[in-house]
């Protein structure tokens, strides 16, 4: 674990694992935390970048984010802090809106990109859904909310299923005490983000969605996946809001085998392909605590 002293946050950041370097870019109102139960199988084939965005968890904000460009701001000069030219991106929920909008202003950092659980455009069922959300912040303790985001982001079987294991997850993000005026900022940040712009993203990209996700229903992310040029979309039967986490076994090695594609195809230049493998961790060693090149 490490922080990244950036213009506007003291960033909380971890890095796990060998190969080519993965950002993972946690969703609304929950931390780095949200990636644990995948993160370990990810790190048998990435160098894993796993962050908490500006005023969640372990980041602490200088300044309070007032757009969905201020996250991307925070997110490349982590890269920079951490010497990462590009870097294969993957966003969940509000991590897939933030990881797209980087993707279309800074498109010669993203290798691949994953979107899951998300959309380019703010439509008027999302925005009676981030109102029912922000009614339980306002009115009701952060458990309700984290009850209200469990429920309509997990599948009904997934819920029939594993009972113990969705009071499990209230309960850790109750523990986590993210203040409700943060997650407040984020649906703000949301709201206010300005269209689509998606046939402008150039990296290969592929987009994730649950057949039953009532937080963002699937048809937004089939429709953001028309108009990304060349984009794959994946729907996950019987999966909600987070399929990694339902469905592991189906999303995970169809995740692995997109962004390895990258490293089939640069097999022809072995050199630069070599560089490219070096691991992040062994490039950190390089680097002071406080970002200091040595």
């Not at 009532?214 to 979309?233: D, G, K, T, V």
Request: net charge neutral; glycine share 6%.
């Amino acid at each position: 674990m490490a922080w990244a002293d950036l213009t506007d946050v003291r960033c909380y950041y971890e890095v796990l694992g060998q190969g080519e370097p993965l950002l993972l870019i946690p969703g609304l109102g929950v931390t780095s935390s949200v990636w644990d139960p995948i993160a370990c199988e990810l790190a048998e084939h990435f160098s894993l970048i796993l962050m908490d965005n500006r005023g969640m968890g372990r980041s602490v904000a200088k300044r309070e984010s007032a757009t969905l460009s201020d996250y991307c701001s925070d997110i490349i000069e982590l890269l920079d802090h951490l010497q990462v030219d590009r870097a294969h991106v993957m966003g969940l929920s509000l991590g897939g809106v933030i990881a797209h909008r980087l993707a279309i202003f800074h498109a010669c950092r993203i290798d691949r990109l994953v979107l899951a659980s998300c959309t380019d455009h703010f439509t008027p069922y999302l925005t009676h859904i981030a109102q029912l959300l922000g009614q339980t912040l306002r009115r009701l303790r952060s458990r309700a909310f984290a009850r209200t985001i469990e429920i309509l982001g997990s599948s009904p079987r997934y819920v029939d299923s594993n009972p113990e294991m969705i009071e499990q997850r209230v309960r850790e993000k109750y523990a986590q005490n993210i203040p409700p005026r943060a997650i407040g900022r984020q649906l703000r940040c949301l709201a206010a983000s300005d269209g689509e712009l998606s046939d402008r993203i150039a990296a290969p990209t592929m987009v994730i969605a649950g057949e039953h996700d009532f937080l963002i229903p699937s048809c937004y992310a089939r429709e953001m996946a028309n108009r990304i040029p060349r984009s794959r979309f994946e729907m996950i039967p019987g999966a909600g809001h987070n399929p990694m986490v339902e469905c592991p076994e189906q999303v995970l090695p169809m995740i692995i085998d997109f962004l390895k594609q990258s490293h089939r195809l640069s097999s022809a230049a072995p050199n630069a392909q070599a560089a490219a493998e070096l691991s992040l961790s062994r490039r950190l060693e390089s680097v002071a605590p406080g970002g200091t090149r040595i």
